[in-house]
């Protein structure tokens, strides 16, 4: 971009874009929110040391200790700005039923109407960032271009970790005259002539909306990650899951990894949980059986598409981890804490050590004796509060996981041999269940449940339907995302598509302890997976799928009781007679949408229970 500034409008712009699509919007975008001046983000290390020294400068970063996190920084929002903020979340499509049962709707003209109010002079006083970025891979067929408008320097500064980011990706869009999604963002806290600043603008007027026809993301008011961080799951998820369903692809919540038996068989698995049910420490997990490897692709989003060859290929859109960090520590994620041990992070709403460094719940067994709580206030282990926000987030930089497969690198992906479907649930569903096939998969999918975290606003530990741990990312009807679903193997070769697995760490005895131990023990599970897909190991048929037959799970060396495991993967026969009204109930909401042929899964569920 050129080093000199061009004025325009009375607004200073570092740069004007020759893709003139791209320019106008920007200059229409301007021209509402009336910004004191324009940046365009290139993506350099020198700008990035300008914008975090900027934002230490303003009071919203702390500089961390060089020698414990280099180059990363503490922050803390708004104590009201924590989390993802589903009920002001909406899906503006023209039709008000291909929103579906589960999103928020208003018609576009009117939320056009109500948010360009809103957006009218919101950047006053601030600068305006224009952040060119690609999700997946600059060098795919098909680059999924997306360029963030934004406020909010804590933004750039989490969008260049968590996406490609800069002069490259534009210079690509501008040399393709490339489509791209269009991702406007604000905080919404102008600033008067002369007013000083606080460290988390924000507003209590909050709007994330995804306009799915139009391929178009509006954001205001909030400035934490999935509600600002636009690249992630507004675009990622809401707009990519309606390209998806119509091109035949699916955008999905899934981590990716890729596991090594002893004997170098190479599989890759795709795992769905909600949001704060780890994914994170799952895709990096340290399997506990003698020779298994596990290696990392992603934590949070894959996109599937049919390769050539008929199989399933993922790829992670991110070039981040969001990870939730209360529990993440040298036992439960060992991976994690080496990523983020190598700096160029931002920790949002974590605890301050007097030394410069960050702490958390379950970072360390002892708390220390003295920290700065996320709300700013001393804190020492005797303090009735936690230290940390129960949603604060590490964003790290996914290139500095010693684990990271090297197919990341590949803009094809890798292909899918086996899809876990997983709730937070501390009854009824076993350890591990494996669908007879795709349209049983797609019912446990469609069917999954789990108890709410604190990953969005609103009470916690209460169980919903999560299906594919989508509820709150599905951009259109969710009744004809499952029939796209049945649909994916349908128009193409069941045959060659991943097996479907559903899994439950999270189950208790009547004491409410864990039967499982979770964790690195969690690969055990991985590993009967993949022997069920080698026909190595044998299952056993009940009502809800195949369990794994007695001694077909690996116990070797597990401290857990034989009683204890056996609760862990028992099918209890009442408990799911007891789920059923509740999977009706669900089913109805969708009316004509449901695909039939999940009715007929659930009435044959019904009728084995009944046998
Ligand atoms: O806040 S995010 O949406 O980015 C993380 C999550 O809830 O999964
Ligand atoms: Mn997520």
């Known amino acids: 971009m050129a080093a000199d500034t061009t004025t325009y409008d009375s607004v200073t712009t570092s740069y004007r874009s020759t893709h003139a699509e791209l320019q106008a919007w920007v200059d229409e975008v301007a021209a509402l929110t009336k910004p004191d001046s324009i940046t365009w983000i290139e993506g350099t290390p020198d700008e990035w040391t300008r914008l975090t020294d900027d934002l230490v400068e303003a009071g919203t970063f702390v500089r961390l200790d060089e020698t414990k996190k280099p180059n990363s920084f503490w922050c803390a929002s708004d104590p009201t700005d924590v989390a993802r903020v589903e009920d002001r979340t909406f899906i503006c499509s023209v039709d008000e039923a291909d929103a579906g049962p589960t999103n928020n709707w208003m018609a576009p003209s009117e939320m056009k109407k109500l948010m360009i109010e809103l957006y009218d002079g919101s950047m006053r006083g601030r600068t305006m960032y224009v952040i060119p970025f690609v999700m997946g891979h600059l060098d795919s067929a098909h680059p999924m271009f997306g360029v963030e408008i934004t406020d909010s320097a804590y933004v750039v500064a989490s969008m260049s970790v968590m996406a490609r980011v800069g002069r490259e990706v534009l210079d690509k869009i501008e040399a393709t005259d490339a489509s791209f999604v269009p991702a406007l963002h604000s905080v919404g806290a102008p600033l008067e002539p002369g007013q000083a600043d606080v460290p988390w603008p924000c507003s209590d007027t909050k709007y994330i909306v995804q306009f799915p026809e139009e391929r178009m993301i509006w954001s205001f008011g909030s400035g934490y990650g999935g509600n600002a961080l636009l690249g992630k799951k507004c675009y990622s998820l809401r707009i990519a899951s309606v390209m998806g369903r119509d091109e035949g692809w699916l955008a999905e919540h899934m981590l990716i990894l890729k596991l090594t038996s002893p004997e170098g068989d190479v599989k890759y698995v795709a795992a769905a949980f909600p949001s704060a049910c780890g994914k994170t420490n799952l895709a990096m997990v340290e399997p506990t059986i003698e020779g298994w490897k596990v290696e990392t692709l992603g934590d949070d989003i894959a996109w599937m598409r049919v390769g050539a060859d008929g199989r399933l290929y993922a790829v992670n859109p991110e070039f981040g981890l969001f990870g939730v960090a209360p529990g993440t520590g040298w036992d439960t994620n060992a991976n994690a804490m080496r990523t983020i041990a190598q700096g160029n992070s931002v920790f949002t709403n974590v605890a301050l050590t007097d030394d410069g460094d960050i702490w958390w719940e379950g970072m360390t067994e002892d708390a220390p004796a003295h920290l700065t709580d996320w709300k700013g206030r001393d804190w020492t282990p005797a303090s009735d509060e936690l230290s940390s926000h129960p949603n604060s987030r590490f964003c790290t930089p996914i290139r500095q996981c010693p684990i990271l497969a090297p197919e990341y690198d590949d803009p094809n992906g890798v292909p899918i041999d086996a899809i876990l479907f997983g709730g937070r649930r501390k009854t009824t569903i076993p350890l591990v269940t494996e669908a007879r096939d795709w349209t049983h998969g797609t019912f446990m999918g469609a069917t999954l449940s789990s108890e709410t975290?604190?990953?969005?606003?609103?009470?916690?530990?209460?169980?919903?339907?999560?299906?594919?741990?989508?509820?709150?990312?599905?951009?259109?009807?969710?009744?004809?995302?499952?029939?796209?679903?049945?649909?994916?193997?349908?128009?193409?070769?069941?045959?060659?598509?991943?097996?479907?697995?559903?899994?439950?760490?999270?189950?208790?005895?009547?004491?409410?302890?864990?039967?499982?131990?979770?964790?690195?023990?969690?690969?055990?599970?991985?590993?009967?997976?993949?022997?069920?897909?080698?026909?190595?190991?044998?299952?056993?048929?009940?009502?809800i799928g195949l369990v794994p037959a007695p001694g077909a799970l690996d116990t070797d060396g597990l401290d857990v009781t034989d009683e204890q495991l056996e609760k862990a993967l028992a099918v209890d026969v009442d408990e799911w007679k007891a789920e059923i009204p509740q999977i009706n109930e669900w089913f109805e909401k969708f009316g004509d949408k449901l695909p039939a042929v999940l009715w007929t899964e659930l009435d044959g569920l019904k009728a084995r229970l009944e046998a």
């Open 453 to 543: 975290t604190a990953a969005a606003t609103g009470a916690v530990g209460v169980v919903r339907r999560d299906p594919m741990a989508m509820l709150p990312f599905i951009g259109y009807d969710a009744g004809d995302y499952f029939s796209h679903w049945i649909s994916m193997a349908k128009n193409n070769d069941e045959s060659k598509f991943p097996k479907v697995f559903y899994v439950n760490w999270f189950r208790r005895d009547e004491d409410g302890g864990f039967l499982w131990p979770g964790f690195g023990e969690n690969s055990r599970v991985l590993k009967y997976v993949v022997e069920r897909i080698e026909g190595k190991v044998d299952a056993v048929e009940t009502p």
